[in-house]
């Protein structure tokens, strides 16, 4: 039963979460123990609000998540929690995310609402039209990244929210490419309306723009004098390095190994990814700590 629920609250995705932490990272306050312990309260409130979105999106889902050969395991759609423990499950934890949200301010309170109701018409709505889904998910990160900064009160670089909008829109695009790999009958709206609307080339096109958009303009914010000042060193271009390794690396694991449909697993399975990931944090915090 403890394994069913894991499962239902998809734990592991709970590190997309993690955006929160951008602003107070670039904001040279991680090691304030008030503004840390702040972000770590916004985070555990994204967690538990996204647990419940997954839920509401999989009630909704039953019916199509049956017919998918990987999404027919998951809890609810198996049978191995009812679709009213399902309900009761996501009905106590918005109302945890109330009592913890009740310490943060409304900037930060605004944004979680805001997240919910996004995500809760994109679970409805919004998931089956075209450009407007990938759209929806990107917002979803934005708003991550904008939480973070609002709940510590500190300034967030435009640039970085652009780098942020891009590298979430690469992930929405690639997935929606490695679905149209996946052939589950000779319709493939069967599963997934909007994918009727897409084409493999059509996606290529986007993540191609939108990988080099994540590659531009974080280029574009290490070099920015506000950034220089920031951090009082020029040498955070050279972290470009790693993401365009990311970018490259993750189209190379779509492109050539059929993956991407779950970015998270892609990021805690794949070790050239893993291993980037911890260099690029590393050697960040030694820029702009050290």
Known sequence: MIKNYFQLLRVPQWIKNGFVFVPIIFSKQIFN?????LVLLAFVSFCFVSSAVYIINDIFDISLDKLHPVKKHRPIASGKISRNAGIVTAVILF????????????????????????????????????????????????????????????YVSSWLILTTLFISLFLAIMKRRSELNLKISEDSSITRRVLSEYTVDFTEQMASISGAGVIICYALYSVSDR???????????FT??????????????????????????????DWPMIINLILYVIVVLMIVYG
């Open 33 to 37: 123990p008030d503004y840390f312990s």
């Open 95 to 154: 109302l945890v995310v109330a009592g913890i949200s009740s310490f943060l301010n409304i900037k930060f309170i605004s944004a979680l609402l805001i997240y919910v109701v996004l995500n809760i018409t994109y679970s409805v709505w919004l998931k089956h039209i075209v450009i407007i889904d990938i759209m929806s998910i990107a917002s979803g990160f934005m708003i991550r990244v904008l939480a973070g900064a609002f709940v510590i009160s500190v």
């Open 227 to 237: 950034t220089i000042v920031n951090v009082k060193s020029e040498n955070l271009v």
């Open 240 to 269: 470009t390095i790693f993401v365009v390794f990311g970018i490259f690396r993750f189209m190379y694991l779509v492109y050539k190994k059929s993956k991407g449909e779950n970015a998270t697993e892609i990021m805690l399975t």
